[in-house]
């Protein structure tokens, strides 16, 4: 059982470059989140999906657009990166809101934006 | 937006000592959450807590719920080099956009064997 995989697990871009990254969970959850992580600030929500078709914006969507086409995947895009999109970038997925013993994390991505 | 201040930014301590660390709020949650990161690898759920004044277990962790569901801590006793992480406070609402976990920023842990 693979949980929640992230691709890639490293990348580096140039300024105005775009990219997509992947989250895949073969856990028939419903939720689906992405996070992004930079020193000093913990975890912040950028983008979450409660279901097939739907995305919605969290705490720092700015910059970024989402998709959720198939229930196990939720795509991350970033259309024009800038330097002060270099973070590390993780999935995560829950079975329905409230399930916070089940909110299962992917090995993150690491992007560097030069 | 509801933000969670987490003490201290990170500790420095010898294999065996005991650790503390704490998390507050202005405003607060139904539940709190506790997840360790180690490095290169994304979070990992440690503790949950439901109810205010729960105090919850698992092998030497130990976290407790504030009563005025304003705050939780962490304890970790006779520390190992394995403890090494990023411990991270969470706290969750239900309901809409307030169901999302909301992060502290990370106890950075050092142990010396």
């Known amino acids: 059982n693979a949980g929640v995989t992230q691709t890639p697990k490293f990348r580096v871009l140039k300024t105005g470059q775009s990219m997509t990254l992947l989250c895949a969970q073969d856990?028939?959850?419903?939720?689906m989140y992405w996070y992004r992580q930079d020193p000093g600030m913990g975890l912040r929500l950028i983008h979450y999906?409660?279901?097939?078709?739907?995305?919605a914006k969290g705490e720092v969507p700015d910059g970024y657009n989402v998709s959720r086409l198939k229930k196990q995947n939720f795509l991350l895009g970033l259309e024009s990166a800038a330097p002060s999109q270099t973070s590390v970038y993780f999935c995560?997925?829950?079975?329905?809101?409230?399930?916070?013993?089940?909110?299962?994390f992917g090995s993150g991505t690491r992007l560097t934006v030069v | 937006g509801q933000q969670l201040n987490q003490s201290p930014q990170s500790m420095f301590i010898q294999e065996g000592e005991d650790v503390s660390m704490n998390c507050t709020s202005s405003?607060?949650?139904?539940?709190w959450l506790w997840y360790k990161q180690e490095p290169g690898e994304g979070p990992v759920l440690l503790i949950a807590?439901?109810?205010?004044?729960e105090l919850t277990s698992n092998g030497r962790l130990t976290a407790q719920f504030g009563i005025t569901r304003k705050d939780s801590f962490l304890n970790i006793s006779a520390s190992i080099p394995s403890d090494v992480g990023i411990y991270f406070c969470?706290?969750?609402?239900?309901?809409?956009?307030?169901?999302?976990?909301?992060f502290g920023k990370g106890t950075k842990l050092s142990v010396k064997p």
């Open positions: 995560a997925s829950s079975p329905r809101q409230g399930a916070v013993d089940g909110y299962t």
């Open positions: 856990m028939n959850h419903e939720y």
């Open positions: 999906s409660v279901g097939e078709g739907t995305t």
């Open positions: 405003s607060i949650f139904n539940t």
């Open positions: 807590l439901y109810k205010a004044g």
């Open positions: 969470a706290g969750q609402n239900y309901g809409g956009s307030q169901g999302n976990l909301i």
